[in-house]
């Protein structure tokens, strides 16, 4: 079985501005939002979420992103090279802070960013957007908003392609040993 599509670009697209107008909605607007993506592919999917905020409300909102590499809680089995470097575009104090992450799977990767935002700041909330949970949560964490909901089995590999960064869009899901996209 090779690996299926189950998000093209035009879906994603048309998540990412639901996700925008149900963070406004839920905000009360922009004033004091600030979007942090979790490299890698968090960090264009913030960068996308932010650009869909700003044209519907015409006001950009500070957008940035938060290395977790050494917050995360298996360092010790599998050894990391930092992911990116830390770009906090605002004091954290009295603002939202809407992390924006591409696959939520265990909660690990959430709960590592977390951590690093303790040692950053006290925002005065954290709210988590994803485009795409797969389930299978291994810690008490749930995404505020999600673009795409995706049942899979322990086994199934969910792949989130950007153009920024893979050169096309996509979302796939596939088993172990399977390869490409039908």
């Known amino acids: 079985m090779t690996a299926r599509v189950v998000m093209d670009a035009a879906e994603a697209d048309r998540a990412l501005q639901r996700m925008a107008h149900e963070v406004l909605e839920a905000n009360g607007g922009v004033d004091g939002l600030v979007i942090l993506g979790i490299p890698t592919r968090g960090v ?3 960068e996308r979420l932010a650009a869909a905020i700003e044209r519907v409300e015409g006001v950009p909102v ?3 992103q938060i290395d977790i590499t050494m917050y995360r809680d298996d360092l010790r089995r599998h050894p990391t090279k930092a992911l990116g470097p830390t770009r906090i575009p605002v004091e954290l104090e009295r603002h939202v802070v809407v992390l924006v992450d591409d696959v ?3 909660g690990r990767t959430v709960a590592a960013a977390l951590d690093a935002l303790k ?3 006290r925002p005065r909330a954290v709210q988590l957007a994803v485009l795409v949970d797969r389930g299978h ?3 008490p964490i ?3 908003w999600v673009g795409k909901d995706l049942p899979t089995a322990a086994d199934e590999h969910v792949a989130v392609a950007l153009a920024e960064v893979d050169g096309e869009t996509a979302v ?3 088993r172990p040993g399977t390869e490409g996209i039908s």
């Open 119 to 121: 040692d950053i700041g």
């Open 62 to 64: 500070p957008v940035g």
């Open 137 to 139: 949560r291994q810690l």
């Open 44 to 46: 264009p999917l913030a």
């Open 172 to 174: 796939t899901i596939s």
């Open 104 to 106: 939520l799977f265990s």
């Open 142 to 144: 749930r995404a505020d």
